[in-house]
């Protein structure tokens, strides 16, 4: 079946036609630079591109675009916060990967905004097909950061498999938009949040997230896409390092009652149960 679109409705300052098809046409552009390089990701899975009207949002608010696998605990998150949606979309089980795009990406008139963001979702589809669990693992370790550390984000974004999708987007985003352009446009979006953390700031209090907007555009800035990166690797060095804490944290977790454990607490077990049940079924089930 391959690829499918859904667009919630959230035009509202433009003909919704004129945004559904400059969307479409980015998503094309990307499957096709990817297939360009020998991965036909229509191939390989059925994916769902998701527009939504943010209300995921409300609980991640800087959040531009992720990857729901049909494997993780964020599934049934996003099936409990769009019933609605859903219930227009025909076969929607038959997707195992469904790529949310948020309501700045999909209202956005820059190309290469949206290009980088879709390209950096389809990245981890081609992390999750090649190597095993490493969603899952992700998922944990971001909830787990999250619990831990004050810029969850900041460190989350440096790990491994944030870094590779990352450094995928740019580099998919010279072959679509040119180099020079999309150099041009991280110049541009750093200078933007840097004059708005020095002016607008101090008045609104930080409410903008200017500062987390410019590292995240500094952090894509700095990737080098000429080095090399080998994935698998740094993942599992990383991995090797937090799982010792992570287990630990499990094991406290699960000795507090259960209606005394924090939201981000029941989070994080919830996540890492997933993971032990995934390794169990698909090492019992090869
Ligand atoms: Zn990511």
Same mark, same amino acid.
């Given at each position: 079946?391959? =690829? ?5 409705? /959230?035009?509202?300052?433009? !003909?919704? %036609?004129?945004? =559904? ?16 390089? &020998?991965? $036909? ?9 998701? +527009? ?12 531009? &675009? ?6 993780? !605990? ?16 025909? $076969? +929607?089980?038959?997707?195992?990967? =469904?790529?949310? /795009?948020?309501?700045? =990406?999909?209202?956005? %008139? ?18 999750? /097909? ?20 004050? +810029? *969850? ?6 790990? !491994? ?7 995928? *987007? ?31 700031? !101090? ?13 995240? @555009? ?5 990737? $080098? ?13 990383? @991995? ?13 977790? *699960? ?19 997933? /993971? ?7 090492? %019992?089930?090869?």
């Amino acid at each position: 079946m391959g =690829v499918q679109f859904h667009f919630c409705e /959230l035009y509202n300052n433009f !003909p919704l %036609d004129q945004k =559904v098809s400059l969307n479409k046409s980015c998503v094309k552009k990307v499957i096709a630079a990817f297939e360009k390089e &020998g991965i $036909n990701l229509k191939e390989y899975e059925n994916i769902l591109f998701f +527009f939504s009207d943010n209300k995921r949002s409300l609980r991640y608010p800087d959040e531009l &675009g992720s990857l729901i696998s049909k494997t993780s !605990p964020e599934y049934k998150d996003f099936q409990n916060n769009y019933t609605d949606e859903i219930k227009k979309i025909k $076969n +929607f089980s038959s997707f195992e990967y =469904v790529i949310y /795009l948020s309501k700045r =990406v999909g209202e956005s %008139d820059c190309e290469i905004f949206k290009i980088l963001t879709i390209s950096h979702e389809c990245q981890h589809i081609i992390q999750d /097909l090649k190597i095993r669990n490493i969603i899952l693992k992700a998922i944990v370790l971001k909830k787990y950061l999250k619990l831990k550390c004050r +810029f *969850s984000n900041e460190v989350y974004r440096n790990l !491994p498999s944030e870094y590779d999708a990352f450094r995928e *987007s740019k580099r998919i985003s010279f072959i679509i938009c040119s180099r020079e352009n999309v150099e041009n446009f991280l110049d541009k979006k750093i200078k933007c949040y840097k004059n708005r953390l020095i002016y607008t700031s !101090p008045s609104s209090n930080g409410i903008n997230n200017e500062a987390s907007n410019l590292t995240y @555009w500094e952090h894509i800035k700095a990737i $080098n896409i000429e080095e090399l990166f080998d994935l698998d690797r740094e993942f599992e060095k990383i @991995w090797a390092i937090y799982e010792k804490d992570i287990k630990k944290e499990i094991s406290r977790i *699960s000795r507090i009652q259960t209606n005394e454990r924090k939201e981000s607490e029941k989070d994080f077990l919830e996540a890492y149960k997933f /993971l032990c049940q995934t390794k169990y079924i698909k090492i %019992d089930g090869s």
